[in-house]
């Protein structure tokens, strides 16, 4: 039987931070994620421990927009147990801890190539409404970034001549 509680242990980001192994998921970043960041991103959204049986088998979080009851999706079913129906007989779940936060409106971003998401999304009702492309430029290398973190932060604590 499915069950949904709020991640609050150690155990819980232990467990998100696996799933984000980019062998379970097709998010735009495939990367690992650390539990610091993992952590850290959790106290800025809701992140629910999905199980069977008392056996953990997936995440999903609703991340609040600044304006608005809205919120954004994202979902992780783990691997071994994705294709088995687990995201289809989620949504009355996810609807369920959405109102109760008082959100009106669900967004999500699936990646245009991601055929398995994109129809269970839009077979729970999800319309598709926008196709971006995302781009980046790095602007610093990490160990100068670091540095001028360091920096600013030294230069904040001296006094002015
Ligand atoms: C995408 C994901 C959430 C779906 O969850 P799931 O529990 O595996 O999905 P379900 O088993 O409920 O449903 C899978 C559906 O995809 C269909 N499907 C399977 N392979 C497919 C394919 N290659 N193309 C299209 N549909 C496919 C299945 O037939 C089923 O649909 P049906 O119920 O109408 O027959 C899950 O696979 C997952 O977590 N993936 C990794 C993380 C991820 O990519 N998250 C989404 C980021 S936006």
């Given at each position: 039987?499915?069950?949904?509680?709020?991640?609050?242990?150690?155990?819980?980001?232990?467990?998100?931070a696996y799933l984000y192994n980019p062998g379970n998921n097709k998010f735009l970043i495939r990367k690992k994620v650390s539990l610091a960041e993992i952590t850290e991103e959790g106290k800025y959204r809701f992140d629910y421990i999905i199980s069977n049986n008392s056996q953990?088998?997936?995440?999903?979080?609703?991340?609040?927009?600044?304006?608005?009851?809205?919120?954004?999706?994202?979902?992780?079913?783990?691997?071994?147990?994705?294709?088995?129906?687990?995201?289809?007989?989620?949504?009355?779940?996810?609807?369920?801890?959405?109102?109760?936060?008082?959100?009106?409106?669900?967004?999500?971003?699936?990646?245009?190539?991601?055929?398995?998401?994109?129809?269970?999304?839009?077979?729970?009702?999800?319309?598709?409404?926008?196709?971006?492309?995302?781009?980046?430029?790095?602007?610093?290398?990490?160990?100068?970034?670091?540095?001028?973190?360091?920096?600013?932060?030294?230069?904040?604590?001296?006094?002015?001549?």
């Open positions: 039987m499915i069950s949904i509680k709020l991640a609050t242990t150690i155990g819980d980001y232990t467990y998100i953990p088998i997936g995440w999903f979080a609703l991340m609040p927009w600044k304006i608005g009851k809205k919120a954004t999706l994202v979902l992780i079913i783990d691997r071994k147990n994705q294709g088995k129906g687990v995201a289809t007989a989620l949504w009355p779940h996810i609807i369920k801890k959405a109102k109760k936060k008082g959100f009106t409106k669900l967004f999500l971003e699936v990646l245009v190539d991601h055929e398995v998401a994109r129809h269970v999304y839009r077979k729970a009702g999800f319309r598709e409404i926008a196709t971006v492309v995302k781009m980046e430029k790095i602007i610093a290398k990490r160990g100068q970034r670091d540095r001028e973190k360091t920096g600013r932060l030294f230069n904040l604590g001296q006094k002015k001549a």
